[in-house]
């Protein structure tokens, strides 16, 4: 029996949760209704959280990397059968569009969201399209396949920046996201796997996941690349944090025709500067990757049902719905942790 209202995080105001009372979203034709298990928090949700992002939607739910289980389908969707464990690709568009027809859907002038323009998972029901769900193989438990919107961003960022076998790769920010680069990269053969990250909790994180090298102390980081690629730079370099100053010290790290993968999100307004002279003279690639939409994301319930990524620290801290105040307030202060799901109970 579905209840008519559920409880739900509701983000009132810039740094306030309420816990409510609210309906259940009512679903078209073409969605259907997900019982919610497990909701990650990630960065974006702090930056939301915080009032820099979305606060235009506020009174929103957040929480855009969930997993459940389905328990209503509308009309046009009779097809998929209640039980089935999903997660779900959150970038929905127009469908038609340009951008929408190339996988690039963040493009598409409709494009929402689900849990960061409209109403998300940090609740027991989340309502999604039908055919933006993903299965969730009968083999891997259900909480993993809230890891498989963070994943399937780095599988994108893999594909655009064709990194390839025995291409050496550094990595500035050894954060989730930066640990799941080094993850993916080792996985399509790159080498060697280089990690810059100054918080120690983090480096080591990085060598237990299998970078060739981590560099803590920023000073060492371009002697260690050029030693540990005969002097030319890396092949591939990403930016994983978000500063300018790192986009600029990315391209004094790549080979002279190499790529650099911009990646970490800096304020909408920051700016870098590079010398066109050496871009040009270097044939040096810069090219983004935002999200992961489409088959970014079934291709990252892939490689998660088949092992190709260790995810056991991104599901050690849990909270209940209930403490969501106290997890936001320990996601933004204690450096210490990696990852926060939400469990829905
Ligand atoms: N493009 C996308 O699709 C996409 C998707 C998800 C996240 N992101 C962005 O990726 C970035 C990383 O995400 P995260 O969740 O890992 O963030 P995070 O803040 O948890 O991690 C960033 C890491 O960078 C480290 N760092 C700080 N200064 C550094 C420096 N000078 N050199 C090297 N490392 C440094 C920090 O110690 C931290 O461990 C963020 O900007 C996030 O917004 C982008
Ligand atoms: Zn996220
Ligand atoms: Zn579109």
Redesign the pocket.
Known sequence: MIPTTMRAAVLAAPGRFELRQVPVPEIADDEVLVRVSRCGL???DI?IFKGHYSADRLPLIPGHEFSGHVVRTGAAARDVALGTAVTADINVGCGRCFYCRKNEVLNCPTMAQIGIHVDGALAEYVKVPASHLVAIPRSTPVEMGALVE?VS??V??VKKSRLRLGESVLI????????LHLQLARAVGAAPVIV????PG?ADWARRSGADIVVSD?SQ?AATVREATEGRGADLVI?????P??YE?AFELVRPGGRVL?????DADAQARYHPFKVVLGEIGLQ?????MGDDMREAMTLIAHDRVRLAEFAETVYPLARIAEAMDAFVND?RI?KIQIDMG
Do not use: W
């Not at 911009?262 to 800096?266: E, N, S, V």
């Open positions: 990630c960065g974006t930056h963070p961003c780095i994108r960022a500035l920010g050894g954060g989730p996201i930066g640990n810059s990250e100054p918080n983090r920023p980081l930016e994983s944090v978000g500063l100053v790192l010290q911009a990646f970490g999100l800096t983004g990757s935002v999200a992961g450096r990696n």
